[in-house]
């Protein structure tokens, strides 16, 4: 078990190296949000932009580590996602799929990169529009991001994750609108993208998660969806799943001929990170992946949605838990916003001022740097630093 241990101890943060695999992944999943929004345009098809984010991870790590000694898997952790209006999450359609998107459209971006298995994911989300965004659709907008800098503040050595799930349910209710229920931020480790220790978006009785208590040299994807809506998404359609992750712990011989097909090229091409079924044989994956699934063989991803009309928002980064503070490793700037609703919770406001780094000199120093950005809600204090970590 020492042995073990040791690994372990080899594999955190306290080694520069794993460091410099988070802040590559970082920058080239960073680069790639960048340009799959640009890409968010009226009549653009979903499956194309999905298809360019993906390719472009794909490229940008397979320029990297190309003569290390020994072979170092890199690559997308989790495709790219398109989810608009009210669809919450996961949407990533096969190549015959044809939704476009439109003026005016709120679209949810998520997506992964790893190398070496250390992982670094983002989501950020975009209207399509130019100008400013106003209405209900900024105050979810905003609702996201002022929770996830306030999560920021919060995923520090000696808080809990209870603390978290409170806050940001918190600062939702502030902008009128709900943290979506069933969203967990989890640990993230070597070749893990759902580690044990977890935060709740939202804590009720039929969801319970182990209480937690954040550590230096833990890195972790903090995962924040608002909604305009109740907060309580719906599984419509499980075709519209894509999305999958092998689950390593299961074991079952699969009957049809075609599963065993998809399964066998599952487990070469993806042996433990969520992919996407438009990455296998589309005749044979969708009859294939139905037996895989029902015998949990593969964890699925379902595309979920609130009403129609209601908007949803989605903010999600990647923070690593430094001995000198948090540096969150990937985000994208906002659009600008033109929220109904203004913070004036004076705990709310206590919160965005604390700064992220632990060092008292340094906080004070950042914190008085964020003050010339104002103190409004939809301010950003984290954007400068974040840019420049992520550079």
């Known amino acids: 078990m020492s042995d073990e241990e040791r690994e372990e101890k080899e594999l955190d943060l306290t080694s520069p190296e794993v460091v410099t695999k988070y802040k590559n992944a970082a920058e080239i999943v960073n680069k790639a ?15 194309d932009i999905c298809e360019k984010g993906d390719a472009f991870i794909g490229d940008q790590t397979g320029n990297m580590y190309k ?4 072979k170092i898997e890199r690559g997308v952790a989790f495709p790219t996602c398109l ?7 996961h949407f990533s359609p096969l190549a015959s799929d044809t939704s476009e998107l439109q003026e005016g459209d709120i679209v949810k971006i998520d997506m992964g990169c790893h190398i070496d298995g250390f992982i670094a994911v983002v989501a950020h989300t975009h209207v ?8 209900r659709k900024a105050d979810v907008v905003a609702a996201a991001n002022t929770a996830a800098e306030v999560a920021l503040r919060l995923v520090r050595p000696g808080k809990k994750n209870k603390d978290v799930s409170d806050a940001i349910q918190k600062v939702a209710a502030a902008y009128d609108c709900k943290i979506v229920e069933g969203v967990l931020s989890h640990q993230l480790k070597q070749f893990v993208i759902d580690g044990n220790k977890v935060i709740l978006s939202v804590s ?6 182990d209480d937690a208590e954040f550590e230096e040299n833990e890195v ?4 924040i969806v608002a909604s305009t809506g109740e907060g309580k998404p719906k599984l419509l359609d499980e075709k519209q799943t894509t999305i999958y992750k092998r689950a390593v712990d299961k074991n079952y011989h699969l009957k049809m001929k075609t599963s065993r097909f998809i399964f066998s090229e599952i487990t070469q091409k993806f042996p433990i990170l969520p992919f996407t079924a438009r990455a296998l044989e589309e005749k044979r994956a969708r009859l294939g992946l ?12 379902p595309v979920l949605h609130e009403k129609p009309g209601d908007f949803v928002a989605h903010i999600k980064f990647t923070v690593l838990l430094m001995p000198n503070g948090s540096d969150r490793i990937t985000s994208h700037p906002l659009q600008e916003l033109q929220p109904t609703k203004t913070i004036d919770d004076p705990e709310i406001k206590a919160w965005l001022a604390l700064g992220t780094k632990t060092k008292k000199k340094g906080g004070g120093k950042k914190k008085k740097g964020k003050k010339g950005e104002g103190d409004k809600a939809d301010a950003e ?4 630093t974040s840019d420049a970590a992520a550079s």
């Open 67 to 70: 003569n290390a000694k020994r």
């Open 128 to 135: 399509v529009q130019e100008g400013p965004v106003t209405g």
């Open 33 to 47: 949000l960048q340009l799959v929004v640009k890409e968010c345009k009226p009549n653009a098809k979903i499956v």
């Open 290 to 301: 139905v037996e895989c699934v029902n015998h949990d063989l593969l964890q699925p991803y």
């Open 220 to 223: 972790y994807a903090v995962d």
């Open 204 to 209: 009720n009785p039929d969801t319970r998660v």
């Open 83 to 89: 989810s608009v209006n009210n669809t919450v999450c």
């Open 381 to 384: 204090p984290m954007d400068a």
